[in-house]
Each structure stands twice: as C-alpha cells, then as structure tokens.
C-alpha cells in the first residue's frame, strides 16, 4: 500500500485517510442527516439525535473545511444559512451505506455485547 504524506499529515491506507475525515459520532450521522437534502441548522440539530449546539457548529465546520458539507449564507434579514452535502460529501455518505447497514443488521447483537449480556463469540 504506502505511506502517503503531505506535510505534518500521513495517511497509511484509504481508509486511514477516510477516518480522519469522518472520524468520531456525529460526522457520519451529520452525513446521514443530510442525505437527502439541505437543512438549516436549527432542522439538522433535530435531526440529529443528541448532539449539543457547540458540537454540531465545530463539527460542520470541520465537514466544510474538508469539503464535505456545502454552507450557503443568503443575505437576508435575519441571515439564512443552510447545509448540504458537496459531491465528495455525496460520495462518503454513499460510502457509509453499507456500513450502516451491518450496523442495522446486527444491532441487536451489538447492544447484548456492549451491555454485558452476551459474550463476544
């Protein structure tokens, strides 16, 4: 595979570099709020469940800084803003699909072993 290396930055493999760009809780389910369509702030922290006003700001930030998430500023009073996914943040959310999906799939399994009451086998 190779090291690949741009500065203070390395990255082992893909998905080295993929993690790093949508790493941690909430990116993917920020991702999976905007699947399908363009949300204002307000819409996307009910979308997605949990997260604190501060997170979802730092952590769309980080999503626009790495092209992944579009934000469009409309002039108007009081100021409008909106969210959406860029083609690159397009093609991660379809990326995160099929992980999605064995989440689903095994959910229930996940639960019994993260609470303790079933044994990884």
């Known amino acids: 595979m190779g090291r690949h290396t741009k500065g203070d930055i390395s990255y082992s493999c ?9 790493g941690g809780k909430w990116k993917p389910l920020i ?6 369509g363009t949300y204002r702030f307000g ?3 009910r979308l997605v469940d949990g997260v604190t006003e501060k997170v979802l700001v ?11 998430v579009h934000r469009e500023v409309y ?8 969210y959406s996914l860029t083609p690159r943040g397009q093609a ?6 099929p992980l999605g999906e064995w989440g689903a799939a095994h959910m229930e399994w996940i639960l019994d072993v993260k609470s ?6």
Do not use: Y
């Open 14 to 22: 893909g998905l080295d570099a993929a993690v790093d760009v949508v």
């Open 31 to 36: 991702l999976w709020a905007l699947h399908d």
């Open 43 to 45: 819409e996307l922290r």
């Open 58 to 68: 730092q952590q769309l930030r980080e999503l626009e800084a790495d092209g992944i």
């Open 75 to 82: 002039g108007e009073v009081p100021p409008r803003v909106e």
């Open 92 to 97: 991660l959310n379809t990326a995160l699909t």
């Open 116 to 121: 303790g009451s079933r044994k990884v086998a």
